[in-house]
């Protein structure tokens, strides 16, 4: 019997399970009464499964806007901020840049930079654009704090890949564009949906920035929406524990898609630089 596999595999149960449970319990939380929540124990089942707490939850606290709003600004930030960064990715680690490594210090040197720090900057420079209170003045910033990291990480990813390629498709007669798009990106294809998720799960959840940029609850996203219900409704227990389910399943479902590359791509351009 191999007893590091069987430790390996104990040990993955258990953070599992440490990880698991407390979704559990808002789970069963918001299938539960009021009186349920406070007088039982948290593992236990409903006596009467409240599934009216989630139309409750989605009509006070305008779960399908705040959705919405989330929704559009995930889709366009996401796919639009992968691209721009493995344009740049591919630029730097395939093309011949003079000065590409002090080029991408610079560039990874943004990811650096803490959101608290630029959250004053970032107001007065909205504000003054007109941009405050907007989607579009969330979107900027978050491509701007996100572009960083994934040029990082899909330099080091383009870098793996053999040059042979290259060479065989100048031969060709193949133009660097096309270079990028039939050949490097499809190989990419992990990478990019690990950068995917991660960076749709990071902009879905992003708070800081939203609070400070977004004023009026009609602009409002998923996490602001849910501070907002929890200090009008926080003791309405089984809606607020819906609100916070129904605010995780599109993380889910996007995981679930991807997850399929997420182990292979997750890391991957962190092995070549």
């Not at 559009?72 to 395939?94: D, E, S, Y």
């Not at 890949?161 to 270079?179: M, N, T, Y």
Request: aromatic share 14%.
């Amino acid at each position: 019997m191999d007893w590091i596999s069987v430790g390996l595999w104990i040990a993955l149960v258990i953070v599992s399970f440490m990880w698991l449970m407390p979704f559990v319990f808002i789970l069963l939380s918001s299938l539960k009464t009021q009186s349920e929540i406070v007088t039982n124990l948290p593992w236990t089942l409903p006596g009467v499964w409240q599934f009216q707490n989630y139309a409750r939850a989605a009509e006070t606290g305008d779960i399908w806007t705040l959705g919405l709003n989330s929704a559009l600004i995930a889709l366009v930030k996401v796919p639009l901020g992968i691209f721009i960064a493995a344009l740049c990715a591919f630029a730097l680690a395939r093309l011949k840049v003079r000065w590409h490594r002090i080029i991408l210090g610079i560039i990874a040197m943004g990811a650096l930079v803490p959101v608290q720090v630029a959250l004053g900057p970032l107001f007065s420079m909205m504000l003054q654009f007109d941009l405050l209170n907007t989607k579009v003045g969330v979107l900027l910033p978050y491509l701007a704090f996100g572009i960083s990291f994934q040029v990082f990480i899909l330099y080091g990813f383009f870098r793996s890949v053999p040059r042979e390629l290259d060479e065989a498709a100048i031969l060709d007669g193949a133009s660097s564009w096309r270079l990028f798009w039939q050949i490097v990106v499809p190989l990419a294809k992990p990478a990019l949906a690990a950068l995917f998720i991660l960076d749709f799960v990071g902009t879905w959840n992003e708070y800081p920035m939203a609070l400070a940029l977004l004023q009026t609850h009609d602009q409002f996203t998923v996490p602001l929406g849910i501070t907002s219900f929890q200090h009008e409704h926080g003791a309405d227990y089984g809606a607020m524990n819906a609100y916070i389910v129904l605010s995780v399943l599109p993380v889910l479902l996007v995981y679930l898609m991807f997850q399929r590359y997420f182990v292979n791509g997750a890391f991957s351009g962190a092995v070549k630089g």
